[in-house]
């Protein structure tokens, strides 16, 4: 077993040296200089496990030989997490990313609840596996990159770090909304047949997928209010060519998905914008859908997941959460300084300038990110001293990722 455990404690050794050099080999900008010292400083943390690993085993007592294994296997673990996700948005880096990290680095400082979280970006649909505890990871399409039209759909992402942020208030007024919506919609008369223990059974379905649902409308409204006209756009602009389902699901269908459906979505955002002043942007996009909708001919029948009764309770819901978590809202927004970015007014401007003259869109784009977005970075040396940022050392039970 010593032998076992000693190799094993090697080659971990041997595998935060190989991850050591490709970051040292790798270039990235300043923004994500706190994401990498977090990386640093954690492997930093496993090779002193590892250390103490091989300090007991040189020891030759064999009744500790258990403690080391689970020391041993917590540590690969550990890396393997590293490896698989928190590495790769350093070793992938592209210029081409500056964009998106300038747009998120804005959004984070903007906020108190992510001043100080570390984040990076990496490859994939849009998402993010949100934390307070450890770096903040987002995902974006390589064809989105370059599109100050899409990264809008960050806002909504960043909602999920919201939803981390403030998880136990928000989980209470989740639970308050099915509480509600059992009331909403238990039968009048129970019996103890057939038919009556499948209703209920289907009730209960229904109410649990509303906490997933539920979370995902909000972060919908957290994008709408940070983004303005703007996000309501781009999220249409994203969903509305899903195909059928962007307007309807089987039941079994509703009963395992994690997203409403999205014409659900845009009717809950519409209302929303209307509420906040977006009306012309919001009877726009009311208007595409529908037309969407009667081109395909699909009738609006959600099997009891949904329905217009709900609503009250829903916005209710959604209402509360927003002011829980009080994210900047795009009636509000001034740049930090005379220099700074104001990124909601910057995806406006693209809208408009696609809306007046799409010919000179690309043109016009192409020459903000030359003048305005250009990385400089260079490999980066004595990343090792870097201050770690606020968050704790430890990346179990990460939380799983939440796609647009």
């Known amino acids: 077993m010593k ?43 496993q090779e002193s496990v590892i250390a103490g690993n091989l300090r007991y085993l040189g020891m030759n007592i064999a009744d500790i030989w258990s403690e080391v294994l689970e020391r041993t296997q917590s540590v690969t673990r550990n890396l393997r997490i590293i490896s698989h996700k928190f590495i790769t948005p350093i070793s992938r880096y592209h210029p081409s990313d500056y964009l998106c990290i300038r747009l998120i680095k804005w959004l984070h400082d903007q906020h108190p609840q992510s001043t100080n979280i570390a984040f990076a970006v990496s490859d994939g649909n849009f998402s993010i596996y949100p934390s307070v505890k450890i770096p903040v990871i987002y995902y974006l399409p390589s064809s989105s990159r370059k599109s100050l039209l899409h990264l809008a759909l960050f806002f909504h992402e960043f909602g ?27 039968p ?3 019996q103890n047949d057939r038919r009556s223990t499948a209703e209920r059974h289907r009730v209960k379905k229904i109410i649990e997928t509303w906490f997933d649902w ?51 979505r845009i009717k809950f955002l519409v209302v929303r914008a209307k509420q906040l002043g977006l009306t012309d942007e919001a009877k726009q996009i009311e208007a595409e859908w ?13 099997h009891g997941y949904y329905a217009a009764s709900y609503d009250p ?92």
């Not at 935060?16 to 492997?43: C, G, K, Q």
């Not at 983004?227 to 039941?251: D, H, I, P, Q, V």
Request: glycine share 4%; with cysteine; hydrophobic share 40%.
């Open 3 to 45: 032998r076992i455990l000693e190799s094993n404690n090697r080659d971990l050794q041997r595998e935060i040296t190989a991850l050591r050099s490709i970051i040292h080999e790798s270039s990235f900008p300043d923004e994500l200089r706190p994401y990498v010292a977090w990386i640093m400083n954690f492997l930093r943390i």
């Open 160 to 186: 999920h770090f919201l939803f981390q942020y403030h998880r136990d208030e928000m989980i209470d007024l989740i639970k308050e909304l099915q509480d509600k919506l059992e009331e909403l919609l238990a």
């Open 188 to 190: 009048p008369f129970q």
């Open 214 to 264: 539920t979370e995902e409308l909000f972060c919908d409204a957290v994008g709408l209010v940070i983004g303005g006209g703007a996000f309501l756009k781009t999220f249409s602009l994203y969903l509305r060519m899903s195909g059928r389902e962007a307007f309807y699901l089987t039941e079994n269908d509703l009963e395992n998905s994690m997203h409403p459906v999205s014409l659900i």
């Open 290 to 302: 529908n037309q969407l909708s009667a081109t395909m001919r699909l009738q609006q029948i959600y």
């Open 313 to 404: 309770i829903i916005t209710d819901t959604l209402d509360c959460m927003i002011e829980e978590a009080n994210p900047i809202c795009f009636k509000d927004q001034k740049p930090l300084d005379a220099t700074a970015v104001n990124f909601v007014d910057l995806i406006s401007e693209a809208w408009h300038r696609l809306a007046t003259n799409e010919s000179e869109f690309e043109k016009w784009q192409e020459a903000l990110f030359d003048h305005n977005f250009i990385d400089d970075s260079k490999k980066v040396t004595g990343i090792d001293h870097l201050k770690e940022p606020v968050g704790t050392k430890t990346i179990h039970n990460m939380q799983s990722s939440h796609d647009k």
